[in-house]
């Protein structure tokens, strides 16, 4: 069978005989002209649109305007759905699915007549997950978010996401009626787009826009305003000239791409998030990036974005005041400025028109907001292999620390407990929450922020430090110290805390220890046994089964690397 060479579709659809037909009859029944089929470039555009994510309910219609862009270009799109992960709704955490969601993505990608492909993502999870699987692929690639929803407004007040942990301690201790919290429900999420704050999905827009693998302006334009769908138009202008230049995913994501991300996510105060996303498509990328590169390249970054929950304000605000070029630019000195990006210029040709139109809400390098921001890792008995924290969330005095551990061994044991007013805590206690780690839970929750005692509360306590080998939301804040690798189902030291330990805290030297003598935690260890979590079959045994630490990504190890866009059987 003849096979015209160049594009990667015509394998399909450039054939004669029985095969060309079945791979171009079943395609005309969508009423699709035969010229189409001859040697365009067929765009994939991968969606994660679903009425079960709302913060991508809307990417139906965005997908539209990626679809005139690509016609327009000389291009043939095709839209296909992968599994969407819905931060709210799905159970028991949308982190258990991102792996899965990353093999749907890349699948469906290499089995197909495609040729390069628009992501088109949103909600947390969404981005990475398709990040990840189109990085094992590895065609021309280019991801278009869904971008943030307006600002929600309550009585006068700008509210989004962040403000719901507030809410939440407020009616707990009864300073909140339910009456105020219905109608802040309601005032949240007035229209369609993600969470409205700096939290993981924003974080992970800024993340494809610093890494280069979206036009300029991605990551901050709100869903709702126009310029967004002229963005999706101009991306599916783009991705035709992408397959036609050659421009694969591995020429974007560079190291050098990957330390850009890690110092914008410092300068944005960027989801703690960032850290497990980036690492899987770095994994994926068969790019070596360790969790320390992250305290690394952080480090020497002050925070220049004034967005929530680090800050004051929201995406809106940060768009109107000139959005992320205007971070990058300002951090030009710092950055790889020839890195490339997706429109074929360099990051630094992308932003150097750039220009702060609100100095309240993005600053300069020589007046930041913070000077510590970013990530910090911290190493010790507890966590071997890394714990993060992020300075610009949490309280300054508890930087340096000591205080007796109240333990939780689950997350239905704090839940039990926590409301008590017999619980022995004071605010100088340090809560530790157990396997919540990404085999322990399993999949990695973001309960690391867990709410206070209500007794403290009432006290007019609002932090403590608290350590978990859990994730936390992007949009929460506090002394709180994730991702403790190994985890407490994997059998580290962290399994071993017993109440009253005395656990030392000290960000600025980096370190988490547990001070109890060796003697007796090599007795502990020789009792410890693993929790049995009765999962036997299907994906979540494997998930258990092949994930990784958290200090790796969290990815499934045999997932880890590419396998690039050829199909190695064809039977047709
Ligand atoms: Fe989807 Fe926050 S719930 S981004």
Redesign the pocket.
Known sequence: MEKKKGLRSQQWFGRDGKDGFIYRAWMKNQGIPSKEFEGKPVIGICNTWSEL???NAHLRELADYVKRGVWEAGGFPVEFPVMSL???LIKPTAMLYRNLASMDTEESIRANPVDGVVLLC???KTTPSTVMGAASVDLPTLVVSGGAMLTGKWKGEDIA?SHLWQFSEDYRTGKMSKQDLNFAEACMCRSSG??AVM???STMACMVESLGLSLPGNAAIPAADSRRKVLAHLSGNRIVDMVREDLVLSKVLTREAFENAIMSNAAIGGSTNFVVHLLAIAGRMEIELTIDDFDKFSNKIPLLANLMPSGKYMMEDFYYAGGLPVVLKELAPHLNNNALTVNGQTLGENCKNAESYNSEVITTLDKPFKDDSGIVVVRGNICENGAIIKPSASTPSLMVHKGKAVVFETIEDYNARIDDPELEVDENSILVLKNVGPKGYPGMPEVGNMGLPPKLLNKGVTDMVRISDGRMSG?AYGTVFLHVSPEAAAGGTFALIKEGDIIEVDVPNRKLELLVDAEELAKRKADWKPLDLGQNRGYVKMYIDHVEQSHLGADLDFLVGKSGSEVSRDSH
Do not use: I, M, R, S
Request: charge should be negative; aromatic fraction near 0%.
């Open positions: 994510t709302p913060c819905g931060e709210t949103g909600c947390d996401t993600h969470c939290g993981t999905a949009t």
